[in-house]
Structures are given as structure tokens and as C-alpha cells.
């Protein structure tokens, strides 16, 4: 794939990570292969590929379709109107059906060539059956010459994933694991309600403590900070807890800007940074150089701190939850661990929602009128 992007002129890759795409991602990160700029979500990758673009570089975007409702907004007000000629190519999960176990990729597995349809921007498919990914992208040279985008959708086991796995070095000094860390907030939560995020760490939430008033994510990435101000404004009598991951914080950085305007002091913003992507094969987030501590203070939270222990993180965690809020956590952790089974394959998404809403009404002073 790299080979093929290089004899065809294309000087950067950007995007979001996909495990569709772990083999080239791999490569990519070690510096093999166009320039690689890891994109907190899946519209600023459309934007950087733009810019490149406007620049004179040749610019892909490797995406998940789960992204893709982030992509519609640059795409129909930027690349389109602007004739920004671009390639991006989309995993398809969900395709041709949802897994049982992940039904949250369900409608965006069946709508994404319909409603590139509807904007008139070219699509092709991409197969383990063929056609060849070379051959696309000499199709999508055609769309490229003419000012417009060119979609590549690529169906599971396309592009395979043989590169060679980096070996970690042993860290200087030991980090907590994702485990770890969830394993402390269980212990120091009492009655709080707990929201985790979508991917790894909701899977370690279920597996080490599931209970009717854990509110497990999947899919909408970003936005499990989002969903525990909600809840936290709705309910301020209950004490809230979201699991957040620096991925996941990055991707919707505004979250916690609304979150320090509107200040509920019932909040506790737990962020387990580890500055990778766990869950799609430990791509790098590009965003180690962020202090989320201070970027939370500075987005008006009335408490921030910063652990690198799980001491300092229980001992952080019962001062949050004895004081007003809202409050950040940012624990840095070791990436990588087991990934334990996810909470949809046991319990139902809709259950999950339904029981989770359940135990909010439960005792609520307001439910007896």
C-alpha cells in the first residue's frame, strides 16, 4: 500500500486510526511511507489534507466510517465548494452487516455510499476479491484532476496487516495499567455514578466491576464527557464519574470548555493518558505534548491534578469526590494490556441505556412528585 501511495505522488497521510488499517498505520508511524500527522478527529483530517492540498501536496485520509458524520461538515462547506481534490479512504465496519457484539456500527455500515451519492462524490469499493487498490487509485486520479474528492471504501481483511510489530521498550519507570486505574476508581467511586468511554476502557470497567449504574460507550467517540455533564446537570444530588481516554479527550478537546462554563460541581473527569489508540492497535494519539490538567484548569475546572501512581490516584480521587467539582484526573498509564470481553456481548446496548436510567430514577427525590 505504501509503495503503491509513493508511485502515485502522495506526499502526506492524515486521519484517525482504524484497526482496518493497523499494517500501513504501523509503518507509517515509523516514519516509512508519505509523512504521516495523526488528526484528533476524522473533520480535521479533511482540513490538514485541504491545506496540504492547497500547498501542493498530493494528501490521503484514512478514516473509519464510524467517522465519518465528522467528515460531512469540511467535506460539503470546504473540499467541495473550494474544488479541493483529495483521496480518503474509509473502513467499512458494519459491512455488509454488524457484528452482534458492535451494533453501534450498524446504520453507518449501510448509509455511508448513499449519502456520498447524494453529495455526487465518487466511491469505489475496495475487497479482499479485488478490484486491486492500485487500480483505484488510477480511477480516483480521474475525480483528483477535476477538483473533487475520491472515496476508497475498504471492506475488512483488504488490506492486511503484516507489518512487523514494534517491540515496546521497557518504560523508566513503571505506569499504571488501564486495568489498574479502573480497578482504584472502583474502589474509591462509593454510590457515584460511573460513564466510560468508548473502547478499552469500558471494556475494563465491565469486566472488573459491571453494575447497573456503569454507563458503558461505544462508538461516539469524544463524547462520554459530554454524557456525564448531562447526566451530572440532570441529577446534581449524585455524584458523577466519567472514564476518559486522552484519544477520546482530544477528539472533542471543547467538551471540557463547556463543562468549565457550566461548572457541576458533582463531576469527576477521570483521563487515563497513555498516548496511544489501544483499541485499533496502539497508533500514537499525536498528542503527548498535551497537559490536560492545565488545559482542564484553564477551561475553568475548579480542581486539576496529575497522577503517575495508583497511591496518588486514590489519594487524588477521595479529594475530588469530597470537594466541589467539577474536578480532572489525569493519570498517565502504560499503554497496551489484555482487552477482556466487551460489555455488548453480554448486556445489550439499549439494556445498558435502559438500566442505567433506571438507577437514576431510583431514589430520586424528584421521581415522588
Known amino acids: ?58 494528501s490521503l485520509v484514512l478514516a473509519q466510517n464510524s467517522g465519518f458524520g465528522n467528515m460531512i461538515n469540511p467535506l460539503t462547506s470546504l473540499v467541495l465548494p473550494y474544488r479541493i481534490p483529495m483521496t480518503v479512504m474509509v473502513s467499512m465496519r458494519g459491512w455488509p452487516v454488524a457484528d452482534p457484539g458492535e451494533p453501534q456500527h450498524h446504520w ?14 465518487a466511491h469505489r469499493m475496495l475487497t479482499a476479491d479485488g478490484p ?3 487500480d483505484l487509485l488510477e480511477w480516483a486520479r ?16 483488504a488490506i492486511a496487516d503484516d507489518a512487523r510489530a514494534d517491540t515496546p521498550s521497557a518504560p523508566a519507570r513503571p505506569s499504571p495499567t488501564r486495568d489498574e486505574v479502573v480497578s482504584a476508581v472502583l474502589a474509591e467511586a462509593g454510590d457515584a455514578r460511573l460513564l466510560s468511554t468508548t473502547g478499552y476502557l469500558s471494556r475494563s470497567l465491565f469486566n472488573l466491576g459491571d453494575s447497573e449504574r456503569n454507563f458503558y460507550m461505544q462508538g461516539s467517540m469524544g463524547h462520554a464527557a459530554g454524557i456525564a ?56 494519539t499525536g498528542g503527548r505534548r498535551v497537559d490536560f490538567a492545565a488545559v482542564a484548569r484553564a477551561c475553568g475546572y475548579r480542581n486539576a491534578w496529575r497522577a503517575d501512581s495508583i497511591e496518588r490516584l486514590r489519594t487524588t480521587l477521595r479529594s475530588a469526590l469530597d470537594t ?10 502504560s499503554p497496551g494490556g489484555p482487552a477482556g470481553d466487551r460489555a455488548s456481548s453480554n448486556v445489550s446496548v439499549a439494556e445498558i441505556g435502559d438500566r442505567f436510567r433506571k438507577s437514576l430514577a ?6 415522588d412528585g
Open 1 to 58: 500500500m505504501l509503495d503503491l501511495l509513493a508511485a502515485h505522488d502522495y506526499g502526506l497521510v492524515t486521519g484517525v486510526p482504524c484497526s482496518y488499517f493497523a499494517g500501513p498505520l504501523r509503518l507509517l508511524a515509523r516514519g516509512e511511507g508519505p509523512r504521516y500527522v495523526a488528526a484528533v478527529n476524522e473533520g480535521s483530517a479533511i482540513a490538514i489534507a485541504a491545506g496540504a492540498e492547497l500547498g501542493g501536496r498530493l
Open 229 to 284: 455533564a448531562g447526566a451530572a446537570l440532570a441529577q446534581p444530588e449524585r455524584r458523577f464519574i466519567v472514564l476518559d481516554g486522552d484519544g477520546a479527550v482530544l477528539m472533542h478537546l471543547g467538551s471540557l470548555a463547556t463543562i468549565g462554563h457550566l461548572a457541576p460541581a458533582n463531576l469527576t473527569h477521570v483521563i487515563f493518558d497513555n498516548g496511544v489508540y489501544d483499541s485499533t492497535g496502539g497508533q500514537p
Open 324 to 333: 466541589d467539582g467539577p474536578s480532572v484526573v489525569v493519570v498517565t498509564g
Open 132 to 134: 486491486s487498490l492500485g
Open 142 to 157: 480521474s475525480a483528483l484532476d477535476h477538483g473533487r474528492p475520491a472515496f476508497i471504501l475498504v471492506a475488512k481483511g
Open 108 to 121: 453507518m455500515g449501510q448509509v455511508v455510499p448513499s449519502w456520498l451519492d447524494s453529495l455526487g462524490v
Open 362 to 367: 431510583a431514589g430520586d427525590p424528584r421521581a
